[in-house]
């Protein structure tokens, strides 16, 4: 599937803002099964420096600093993306998680890329609350694939989306005790779980497509960011999956970037001098082109 895909993100500021430094990860990856065909971002008013670079999980990043009083900002990111479904993970293939996990922490020098997915990040630190949440899903003997598929279903069961409960940071623990948050504290949930038994995760952003109910017409503007986590598993690589809906993470799943939590990967973030509070609104628009022949 191929899609074009639109990100505004816009800044209204009480007083003039004199200086502005930001990063942006609003450039899709190119994956196994994604490829980015073309991205512009474009900034107003426009920056004093910009450059890019690739951070230290591959992300590209882009910094740009703005120099001169304003009192708006317009962040617009357009891309291109063409994304191939993923094949479902085959079950028959599975291993106990406790052997997979062990084989991990015993060798983990030879697998530093991955090892570091099992330790504490800013935003998501293990506890022993978390571990007892995925001890339902990872009972002795329980293929790994198995377990993360059930924690997976069980955090979509177990808690409800809503959007005026938490916000980017509500501790872990507060989420699980409300039993509500967005996709963003679902990921970190999900990620703190396993981590918490000694499995490597890592948090995805992203975009998802969204279809527009029978009889309605899909509304430009009205997407939005999303985010999922992400198990390492030894014979597959990266298995994906998307707590919020209950899914495999498939062709309906756009890639921007990974890290350890969304801390480390927000799409954009910055330091200002001046401007004495600030509105922001965000516009997100996903739209499906030809199918990929």
Sequence with gaps: ??????????YDYAEPVSIGHNIAHLTPRNTERQRLDNCELSIEPSASTRSERLDYFGNKTVFFSIQIPHQTLNVISRSEVRVDPAP?????????????RDDLWNRRHEHLEVFEFTLDSPSVRRSSELASYAAESFPP??????????????????????????????PLGDVLAMRRGVCQDFAHLGIGALRSVGLPARYVSGYLR????PGKSRLVGA???HAWLSLYVPWMGWLDLDPTNNQVVSEDHITLAWGRDYSEVSPLRGVILGGRGQSVSIAVDVEALEPVS
Excluded: N
């Design 1 to 10: 599937m191929k899609y074009r895909i639109t990100h505004l993100t816009h």
């Design 88 to 100: 479902l993970p085959d079950l028959g293939l599975d291993q106990p998680w406790e052997s997979v």
């Design 141 to 170: 003997g329980c293929g790994l694939v198995h377990g993360a598929l059930d924690l997976m279903t069980r955090i979509f069961h177990d808690f409800t989306f809503d959007s005026s409960t938490t916000t980017v940071s509500t």
């Design 210 to 213: 969204t279809i527009a109910p």
């Design 223 to 225: 997407d939005a960011s």
